[in-house]
């Protein structure tokens, strides 16, 4: 993929051309080029013409009109950007895999990931899930890692986000009364299985939480101490029961 940046001389106008493998193309890319040479010029306005022939290559045409006449563009970082933003979802996490310092991945490299779960989480996401993935196929006394964060309206509604990895399918029926006992109730599940080459599978599951407790806000410590009270729960290293509250609303 390469792109070519022109700026008129005679006017505020500026062409983007980008060249892309038809293979490799999709209405996808075609949006999020325009979004991304729009958002690095501050939010100029874009018009674009998409060009597909008989050749092996196409041709998107972005032209955007920054707001003010006498701005230097780095043509060079609006190259970069553009052909970065060309690149799919699956290509970036191929590169964090590859460029990863330790070879964790190594046993699990994923060649089927449902579009839901590319649109939930993005590439250094899922370089993570797989990292934990990787981990608990080499610890038989886990079964799941549980990370839990507040969601961005979380202050208004208090919507907090767990992010379930697992080496095995998860029960709703377990998972419910073990939250429900830690002061949450589920407002949405999005459940996401990877395959690899081999045929492995890894699971990921995301659960939308609402807290009982109008009172209740997720800090750091309160989401690692939820986190371990429902993988040691779910685990059947501890026993599900009403205490379990104690951890999110008395620090316990």
Do not use: C, N
Not at 4 to 31: E, H, K, M, N, W
Not at 38 to 46: E, I, R, T
Not at 175 to 197: M, N, R
Not at 215 to 236: I, K, M, N, V, W
């Amino acid at each position: 993929m390469r792109a070519f940046i022109r700026q008129d001389t005679y006017g505020p106008a500026i062409s983007v051309l980008l060249y892309a493998p038809q293979g490799r193309f999709s209405p996808v890319i075609r949006r999020a080029v325009v979004a991304a040479v729009s958002q690095f010029l501050d939010g100029a306005a874009v018009d674009h013409h998409t060009r597909i022939g008989d050749t092996a290559l196409v041709r998107v045409h972005v032209t955007a009109w920054p707001h003010t006449a006498d701005e230097s563009i780095d043509v060079a970082e609006l190259s970069r950007v553009v052909v970065e933003a060309a690149r799919s979802w699956t290509e970036k996490l191929d590169d964090l895999l590859a460029t990863a310092s330790t070879s964790g991945h190594d046993d699990f490299i994923p060649v089927a990931v449902p579009l839901s779960y590319q649109e939930r989480f993005s590439p250094a996401q899922a370089a993570s899930h797989l990292s934990a993935f990787s981990k608990l196929t080499k610890d038989p006394h886990r079964r799941l890692q549980l990370t839990v964060t507040p969601l961005a309206q979380s202050a208004a509604t208090d919507l907090s986000s767990a992010i379930a990895v697992t080496t095995e399918p998860m029960v709703l029926a377990s998972v419910l009364p073990i939250f429900g006992h830690l002061g949450y109730e589920l407002a949405a599940e999005h459940p996401h299985t990877l395959t690899s080459a081999e045929g492995k599978l890894a699971y990921v599951y995301e659960f939308v939480l609402r807290s009982r407790y109008r009172q209740h806000r997720l800090d750091a410590p309160t989401a690692a101490r939820t986190a371990e009270a429902f993988e040691a729960s779910y685990g059947g290293l501890t026993d599900a029961d009403a205490l379990q509250a104690l951890v999110t609303t008395a620090a316990m």
